[in-house]
Antibody, heavy 117, light 108 residues
Framework: QAQLVQSGAEVKKPGASVKVSCKASGYTFSNSYIHWVRQAPRQGLEWMGLIDPRGGSTSHAQKFQGRIAMTRDTSTSTVYMDLYSLRSEDTAVYYC???????????WGQGTTVTVS | DIQMTQSPSSLSASVGDRVAITCRTSQVISSYLNWYQQKPGKAPQLLIYGGTSLQTGVPSRFSGSGGGTDFTLIINNLQPEDSATYYCQQSYSAPRFTFGPGTKVEIK
């Protein structure tokens, strides 16, 4: 069955960068977009950006301009999200999720906790 | 950017009740509205996509209605396992997306 498996928890200092991975399996990797969504403690869901695994094109929310990069490795069906210049407000659980562009996010990773302290 | 509101922000209802959660958008989004359920410590789960389509495997007591700027998630015959936070999300402005602030449903 289709699934997304994310890398483990990270603890980073302010100003550092973090790289979170999301490995897809059980479906054709290039057929669906991969999104990144985060959730700060006791807060709601925040869409961060997406990558099209076919060509690697990306789109992101304006608030992350200059601080986010998303890449993919088609040989391992893995997507990566880099977040730079971390600050305490970036402490959150980061999720990857799959979708076709206008449909809902039907498969989610288990989440990766990033703590900035 | 498309702004989204949900009401109520929280509610408490009894097993067997019918519950309605409303999502409103700042501009017309046709039917590009999805609903998710999230339980504590878990990833969200897609319930409804395209405003009214039930995701495979989701119980039929969940339904979605609406279009334009006003949407509703209905839970019929509320069950104890429906205790969760529910989020709406618009995909009209793809490739940029927005989630609503969430509605917490508690069981009395």
């Amino acid at each position: 069955q289709a699934q997304l498996v994310q890398s483990g928890a990270e603890v980073k200092k302010p100003g550092a960068s973090v790289k979170v991975s999301c490995k897809a399996s059980g479906y054709t990797f290039s057929n669906s977009y991969i999104h990144w969504v985060r959730q700060a403690p006791r807060q709601g869901l925040e869409w961060m950006g997406l990558i099209d695994p076919r060509g690697g094109s990306t789109s992101h929310a304006q608030k992350f301009q200059g601080r986010i990069a998303m890449t993919r490795d088609t040989s391992t069906s893995t997507v990566y999200m880099d977040l730079y210049s971390l600050r305490s407000e970036d402490t959150a659980v980061y999720y990857c999720a799959r979708s076709n562009i206008l449909d809902g996010f039907d498969i989610w990773g288990q989440g990766t906790t990033v703590t900035v302290s | 950017d498309i702004q989204m509101t949900q009401s109520p922000s929280s509610l408490s209802a009894s097993v067997g009740d019918r519950v309605a959660i409303t999502c409103r958008t700042s501009q017309v989004i046709s039917s590009y509205l999805n609903w998710y359920q999230q339980k504590p410590g878990k990833a969200p789960q897609l319930l409804i996509y395209g405003g009214t389509s039930l995701q495979t495997g989701v119980p039929s007591r969940f339904s979605g209605s609406g279009g334009g700027t006003d949407f509703t998630l209905i839970i019929n015959n509320l069950q104890p396992e429906d205790s969760a936070t529910y989020y709406c999300q618009q995909s009209y402005s793809a490739p940029r997306f927005t989630f609503g602030p969430g509605t917490k449903v508690e069981i009395k």
